[in-house]
């Protein structure tokens, strides 16, 4: 995600999704142009002005995932090398009353620093309020308080190369179904910014460079709850599909759990985000033929040095995106640790001797 199931559940209904440009380009929550995550450095006299500045901060979490622990650590990791302690963490279990609660516990420990993942952005400023009014450094996953300005509300925003991530899951389709055949896409039917730039990304590219595959069957999932009954349906009406692409890794268990009741080891599915189960699946060889995730771990390690930067002078970009990572059989284990810098599950492991 990106990211986890109940981010894209309960923020659907508060965007307004932002179409990405015609050339692909990926767009921030508010429009903003992304520059890569990798551009983002600090001078050795700005790290020494950090480490100087004897610098705390807290991390407030929306709630704590496979995706949310691999960023958790890359801000921990950079933290840690610029000498500033981490003095608080919490997790709101995806909910927003308890969020402004954990923000005003953890002001009671004066962070210079506070990063975090709104659970609703349409409300989020009278959470981050106190921090803000406190002069409190903040820097925002994914989305930013409504209401809120860059560069004097909050440091910034780090996010997906959204278009980029699409983009590879078609490219992975087609290299699945050896560039031709029929194509199923379940898409996530709300306005929300990411998961819209990513799925309009995979059929742009299935339908701009693949003149020999057809998108055969569409069907939108607004609730990932029904997402059993949508992929049941898809599969009765259409048994001929080749593949079929799901807009992230949860709801595509329940497609590879239709096929699997139908007998159907012909048709290969593409999702996004890694997935344990789903990653098992496609090492044995089953319906699963690629996963693509974002750099998480980056995405920690580059928002907690866009923050600790500005707490020496230094001038963040608005929106800051990482890269993405087509993960495959051949290439689970790399790719799990470039996402989220840590080794495949031992069921997987185990599965590939």
């Not at 807290?58 to 840690?80: C, I, Q």
């Not at 005003?104 to 975090?116: F, G, N, R």
């Not at 699409?166 to 996530?188: D, R, S």
Request: with cysteine; glycine share 8%.
């Amino acid at each position: 995600m990106r990211k986890a199931l109940s981010i894209m559940t309960a923020l659907a209904s508060l965007f307004a999704a932002h179409a990405f440009a015609a050339e692909g380009v990926t767009t921030g929550p508010n429009g903003e142009k992304p520059v890569p995550a990798a551009s983002l450095t600090l001078t050795a006299a700005q790290e020494q002005q950090i480490k100087d500045g004897k610098f705390t901060a807290a991390l407030v979490w929306h709630e704590m995932s496979e995706y949310t622990n691999a960023v958790n650590a890359g801000a921990r990791d950079e933290f840690k090398r610029l000498g500033i302690e981490v003095v608080a963490q919490t997790d709101a279990g995806f909910d927003a009353a308890r969020q402004k609660a954990d923000v005003e516990t953890v002001m009671a420990k004066k962070p210079s620093i506070i990063l975090s993942l709104p659970v609703d952005p349409a409300t989020a400023a009278s959470v981050y309020d106190p921090a803000r009014q406190a002069g409190v450094k903040l820097g925002f996953v994914d989305n930013c308080p409504a209401g809120y300005k860059q560069g004097t509300d909050y440091v910034t925003i780090v996010s997906d190369d959204l278009f980029q991530m699409g983009n590879k899951a078609g490219i992975a389709m087609a290299e699945a179904l050896g560039k031709k055949g029929k194509v199923g896409y379940i898409f996530h039917d709300a306005d929300f910014y990411v998961t819209n730039q990513r799925d309009g990304a995979f059929k742009k590219t299935i339908e701009q460079d693949y003149p020999d595959m057809n998108i055969a069957a569409e069907a939108g999932m607004a609730d990932p709850a029904r997402s059993e009954d949508i992929a049941q349906a898809m599969i009765t009406q259409h048994p001929d599909l080749d593949g079929i692409y799901v807009t992230w890794a949860e709801p595509a268990l329940s497609v590879l759990s239709a096929l699997r009741a139908a007998g159907n080891t012909h048709t290969k599915i593409v999702t996004l985000d890694l997935n344990e189960p789903a990653a098992l699946d496609m090492v044995k060889g089953g319906n699963i033929a690629a996963l693509v995730a974002d750099e998480a771990y980056s995405i920690g390690v580059t928002l907690a040095r866009a923050s600790a930067g500005s707490l020496v002078g230094l001038k963040a970009e608005p929106f800051y995106a990482v890269d993405s990572i087509a993960v495959t059989k051949g290439t689970v284990k790399d790719g799990w640790k470039k996402s989220l810098n840590k080794d495949v599950p031992a069921t997987i492991a185990d599965a590939m001797k």
